[in-house]
């Protein structure tokens, strides 16, 4: 049996997404920026897949920039915030996804921005009392805190956070890509300023995504060589990939309840099974229905001399699943997001991540596999 429970890293695309998109790639294929008629039939099927998206989160159109995806999206926010909006510090989390981190860092070595990062308690959830102390002071700021986290699950308010920032006249942008396509957004009263999107965490294609900028915030261009974009990303736009976008978006929010109860019934179950069954685990992070990501269970697992091998033990009963983000794999250095919130370095610890797809047999197969491996390595 093969069974995927990495879907935090990236989902199979849904076959009527693919159905979408292989017009685009066969027939369809004129350069939208052209103006003969094949240009004019894939320009309008790029706007009308902007309407789309606009609608389930209701936006203006105008407020979508198409980008290749979730870390272009977070790098273009902060970016061109300190390049066009007159940003000098930027508050963010040591949780954040590396393309904030490494983003700030480098506005900092290069431009004299300040970096600060908002106090953490022990399920990786900012404070939002640290940060309100730091928004006091008058200085042009952007905080970024994303919505869930892609290793833990732990979700913050986004109303209770960007109203915050309202109140101090700071920008907030929230890297939303673990959480887009699993949640509402309302974006008409939402007090944010920059949201973000990667259509493969919601089987949609690799390589799409895109930067919501709330209508009266101005940015330039991060990519020139063309006005594309409405002149805010240079470059012939990725027509089939946006095509695949927008049907992701219908069929993730055509029966969104229904996909919550469906995750969340799967990711609770193993959560009381593991229980059951290995009194001493622990889980990184909060794994409240409330208070975390649904499709996110972080598993610290009983030291036992073979733990270093689990992974590659589930990978050989066909089990695919992580060991933390997917950006950090082949490194050296054990995960940022589990050193930031003290997780005990002796602890290994598995992210199952789960999709719509996801069944309870599957879930059944990986818990028979977990026992036997934690038995005996506990025997052993």
Do not use: W
Request: proline share 3%; net charge negative.
């Amino acid at each position: 049996m093969k069974v995927y429970l990495d879907n935090a890293a990236t989902t199979p695309m849904d076959p009527e997404v693919l159905d979408a998109m292989i017009p685009y790639m066969k027939e369809n294929f004129g350069n939208p920026s052209s103006t003969h008629a094949f240009g004019r039939k894939t320009k309008t099927a790029i706007e009308k897949a902007r309407k789309t998206i606009a609608g389930h989160l209701n936006c203006l159109p105008s407020e979508l920039c198409f980008t290749s995806g979730g870390t272009e999206a977070d790098n273009m926010a902060l970016k061109c915030a300190v390049r066009d909006l007159g940003v000098k510090r930027i508050i963010t989390a040591a949780t954040e996804h590396k393309a904030v981190i490494e983003s700030a860092e480098l506005l900092k070595q290069r431009f004299g921005v300040e970096v600060e990062y908002v106090e953490l308690d022990d399920t990786g959830r900012p404070s939002i009392q640290d940060l309100e102390a730091r928004l006091q002071k008058d200085i042009p700021t952007i905080v970024s805190l994303m919505h869930a986290n892609n290793e833990i699950g732990t979700k913050i308010d986004l109303h209770e956070f960007g109203s915050l920032c309202r109140k101090y006249d700071a920008l907030f942008h929230s890297d939303t890509v673990q959480t887009m396509g699993h949640y509402t957004f309302d974006l008409s009263t939402l007090p944010i300023d920059f949201i973000t999107c990667a259509g493969h965490k919601f089987h949609g294609p690799k390589g799409v995504g895109f930067l919501y900028v709330r209508k009266d915030v101005k940015l330039k261009s991060m990519i020139q060589g063309g006005g594309q974009e409405r002149q805010m990303r240079g470059g012939t736009e990725n027509l089939y990939g946006i095509i695949g976008l927008g049907k992701a978006f219908d069929l993730a929010y055509a029966d969104l309840d229904g996909h919550i109860r469906h995750v969340q019934g799967l990711k609770d179950y193993m959560k009381e099974e593991l229980l059951k069954c290995f009194p001493g685990i622990g889980f990184n992070g909060d794994t409240s229905a409330e208070g975390s990501l649904y499709t996110v269970l972080n598993v610290c697992l009983p030291e036992t001399e073979n733990n270093k091998m689990f992974l590659f033990s589930l990978d050989l009963k066909g089990i695919a699943v992580s060991g933390g983000s997917a950006c950090n794999s082949g490194a050296s250095k054990g995960s940022h997001v589990l050193t930031a919130i003290g997780s005990s370095a002796s602890c290994t610890s598995v992210r199952f991540s789960f999709s719509r797809f996801t069944t309870k047999a599957e879930i059944d197969y990986t818990l028979a596999a977990v026992r036997e491996l934690i038995s005996s390595n506990v025997n052993a």
